[in-house]
């Protein structure tokens, strides 16, 4: 079993920084792709930023320049640097591990920004 868990949410002012943080643990195996997505109310959960094994990154187009994913494959973590952060960044902020036959979710970090 894998399991996956956020750290690094909290309450910022609009122009701030923080930086999250995503630990799998369990039987991983070899290093899987790993991706950010966050959900508001009323919306749909949202692919924010994600890294492949091989380290390609993509982005939503909303958080380029500001966001950054990168990962530790010796520490099975994935970390998201956040910079710039605007209100509408408000979500709360889910980590996903994919594996060939199914993904695993951690259980979200709100991130609030204030403006």
């Known amino acids: 079993q894998v399991q996956v868990v956020e750290s690094g949410g909290g309450l910022v002012q609009a122009g701030g920084s923080l930086r999250l943080s995503c630990a799998a643990s369990g039987s991983i195996g070899s290093i899987k792709p790993m991706a950010w997505y966050r959900r508001t109310p009323g919306k749909q959960r949202e692919l924010v930023a994600a890294?492949?094994?091989?380290?390609?990154?993509n982005y939503a187009d909303s958080v380029k320049g500001r966001f950054t994913i990168s990962r530790d494959n010796t520490k099975n973590t994935v970390y998201l640097p956040m910079n710039s952060l605007k209100p509408e960044d408000t979500a709360v902020y889910y980590c996903k591990l994919s594996e060939a036959l199914r993904d695993y979710w951690g259980q979200g970090t709100q991130v609030t920004v204030s403006s």
């Open positions: 890294i492949s094994s091989g380290g390609y990154t």
